[in-house]
């Protein structure tokens, strides 16, 4: 903004086509620039309290908004890593062998859970014994005799499903489906399962 | 510059209250006229100009002393008066603006004419708010179309518009003006002996 000059005679450019300065005009001018007004007499006693009045120096200001930006950007950056350590290191689930519920139902043996989260387990420990208790009642005895057999037998008629049964399916044809007379032996694995984001 | 001003100037920088005094009741008036004629009131140019005086105690050592001072001061003063009119420019509806135009003859006669200070707000305050500040800003002020449009945030195009149809209805006012003035003149020279 250097291009101002507020000497008496000077006169402010026109662009070509503008119509040419009127004397009205240029009078309205002079005395604008002339002009005074006398301001309110509680004016001073303000801008000497705004001066008095200590205002963060704006560099501050910028190193604060810049400093709070950089740490959100590294925890945005390293967040992610973070959440996959984690997950990877303690909360995988591990499945470390398969149980029929059935068997357990059927033979009413309780067995102690296993916590991993290291979070929750002295929430659960503090938990008072007549919820398990209570646990321990409804769950078993209720369950009538012979349906974990039963429910275990089912799951094993359709786990030891030949594969031959399933032939023509591709073409539209629809068999019955049969039950294998000599199951398939069951191999039982350990398996792990990672889970990765 | 003459050197009561700089030292004046000089004590101002080493943050001396009487210096501080001194200047701001030499140069108030001025301020204040300036921050006035880009609002409608007394209130909103008493905050205009409290900032515009901050502002220069806190950035004095900028000053050059070759420039103007009473220059860099009003330049200070109106981009402040500017901020506060962006500001409420967001609050204030669309001015409706109806066109006259002045004949020739009319502006042959605001030739002529001598208007008081208080005809020249008269008419400044009769345009739209929009040209009022454009055509301040150009004849008064002496900023440029560019500069304009960076300031208010607007196109080139649209100021220089604004410049001319501000001029347009700011010429018809003053000529009106100058024939109102006229009949008055001639019957007060008529009761002259």
Not at chain 1, 150 to 169: A, F
Not at chain 2, 152 to 175: E, H, M, P, W
């Amino acid at each position: 903004m250097t291009t101002n000059d507020f000497s008496p005679g000077h006169v402010p450019h026109l662009e070509p086509g503008d119509a040419p300065w009127t004397d009205a005009e240029l009078q309205l001018r002079e005395k604008l620039l002339a002009d005074e007004s006398v301001p309110p007499a509680s004016l001073e006693a303000d801008i000497w309290s705004a001066m008095d009045r200590p205002s963060a120096p704006v560099s501050s200001g910028r190193f604060v908004a810049l400093a709070v930006a950089s740490g959100l950007a590294a925890l945005a950056w390293f967040w992610p890593a973070d959440v996959s350590e984690t997950v990877d290191a303690k909360q995988a689930p591990t499945i470390q062998e398969a149980t029929h519920v059935g068997d357990k139902m059927a033979s009413g043996v309780q067995e102690e859970a296993t916590i991993d989260d290291e979070a929750l387990a002295p929430l659960l420990e503090a938990a008072p014994e007549e919820v398990a208790s209570d646990v321990a009642r409804s769950a078993p005895s209720e369950m009538p005799d012979g349906n974990g057999a039963q429910h275990d037998e089912g799951m094993t008629s359709i786990q030891g499903l030949g594969v031959s049964e399933l032939k023509g399916g591709n073409e539209g044809e629809r068999f019955p489906l049969k039950q294998d007379s000599t199951p398939v032996q069951q191999e039982r694995r350990e398996a792990t399962l990672e889970v990765k984001q | 510059m003459d050197d009561e001003l700089k030292d004046l100037l000089e004590r101002c920088k080493a943050e001396e209250r009487s210096a501080q005094t001194a200047l701001y009741r030499r140069f108030s008036s001025k301020v204040f006229a300036t921050a006035l004629r880009y609002t409608d009131s007394r209130d909103e140019a008493a905050d205009i100009a409290q900032e515009s005086w901050v502002k220069v105690f806190r950035h004095l050592t900028k000053f050059k002393e070759f420039n103007s001072f009473e220059g860099w001061v009003r330049r200070i003063t109106v981009n402040t008066a500017i901020t506060h009119y962006r500001r409420n420019l967001k609050h204030r509806y669309h001015d409706d603006v109806t066109e006259t135009l002045a004949t020739p003859l009319d502006l042959e006669a605001s030739k002529k004419a001598d208007f008081t200070m208080s005809e020249i707000h008269t008419a400044m305050s009769a345009l739209p708010k929009g040209y009022r500040t454009v055509v301040q800003l150009y004849l008064v002020d002496g900023y440029s179309h560019k500069e304009i449009a960076e300031m208010l945030g607007v196109d080139i195009n649209t100021s220089k518009s604004q410049l001319s149809r501000g001029r347009k209805q700011l010429q018809s006012f003053l000529a009106a003006m100058s024939q109102r003035a006229k009949p008055a003149d001639e019957a007060g020279r008529a009761l002259d002996p």
